[in-house]
């Protein structure tokens, strides 16, 4: 019970959100992520396909970024290699300070399970489980106490307001509120990197402003988020937007007005 506990894995929260993107190649202080000269060949046949072709890129902890480009620009692919599901044919990938390349599958597992949370277009619940145990799914892999993660699981239910439909299945809730499970689902393990597949891509205006909004708070809360949307006004709401052409980098604009929906 009592040997010294040693430092618990979630850092603390950065308490600044708008401090502005590093210029490509700088190295920071707070910094995140950093991916230098990344390509990741498919080979298809006798060719080959470059979903990513030279990607150099670094993110400081607390952005908020949009990834833009058209279908087959390598968006996914770069989701993919951010969140260790993928890992580049060459070039490196530092996540917090640690080289990913060379890791084992047991250890990109782990890398996945403690650094980053995914969020998709079409939600990827559980259809059978409430909203509370979808969320504490990634928990339970984790190995988390019971204790601790029911009080997790009430906490990130309350992050996005849906404490009361904690009991509710997948079936029962709306679009909205699948998103807003798979939000908290994702934020259960305090990640330092939220990555969002098109996160409004299957909902009404109105809903996707809804969570546009909430993601902007977590943001707001010091959470670095990298999101890839087709849509320009969710793009606009992001802090810098990168633009991909190609399985490059065409454009790294950090917006000097983000529109706020709240
Ligand atoms: P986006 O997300 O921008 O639509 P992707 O990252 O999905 O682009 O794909 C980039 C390119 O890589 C495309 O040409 C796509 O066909 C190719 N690609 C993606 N995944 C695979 C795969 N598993 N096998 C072969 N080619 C792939």
Redesign the pocket.
């Known amino acids: 019970m009592n040997p010294p506990e040693p430092a618990p894995s979630p850092p603390p929260e950065p308490s600044s959100s708008t401090v502005p993107a590093p210029a490509l190649g700088h190295t920071h202080g707070d910094e995140l992520l950093r991916l230098e000269s990344v390509t990741r060949v ?1 080979p ?1 046949g006798g060719t080959a ?1 470059k ?1 990513l072709d030279g990607v150099s890129l670094s993110l400081r902890r607390g952005e908020f970024v949009a990834v833009m ?10 989701l993919n290699v951010l969140g260790c599901l993928d890992t580049p044919t060459s070039g490196r990938y530092v996540l917090e300070g640690r080289e990913v390349q060379g890791l084992t599958e047991a250890q990109l597992a782990d890398v996945r399970r403690k650094s980053v949370g995914f969020i998709f277009q079409s939600y990827h619940l559980v259809p059978r489980m409430t909203a509370a145990r979808n969320v504490e799914l990634p928990l339970v892999l984790a190995g988390i106490a019971p204790a601790t993660r029911r009080e997790r699981v009430r906490e990130v239910l309350d992050a996005v307001g849906l404490e009361p439909r904690a009991t509710h299945r997948p079936d029962q809730l709306s679009g909205g509120e699948r998103q807003r499970v798979a939000i908290a689902r994702a934020m259960a393990a305090r990640p330092s990197l939220l990555l969002a597949d098109e996160p409004t891509g299957n909902l009404d205006t109105r809903t996707a402003d809804d969570i546009m909004a909430l993601l902007q708070r977590l943001h707001a809360g010091g959470l670095t988020i990298v999101m ?1 949307t087709h849509d320009p006004r969710m793009g606009a709401r992001a802090e810098r937007r990168i633009g ?1 052409v190609d ?1 490059r980098l065409a454009s790294d604009v950090v917006l000097a007005h983000v529109e706020s929906t709240r």
Do not use: E
């Not at 480009?69 to 770069?78: A, D, E, V, W």
């Open positions: 498919y298809m396909v979903a480009g058209p279908s087959g620009s390598g968006k996914s692919t770069l890839v991909m399985g």
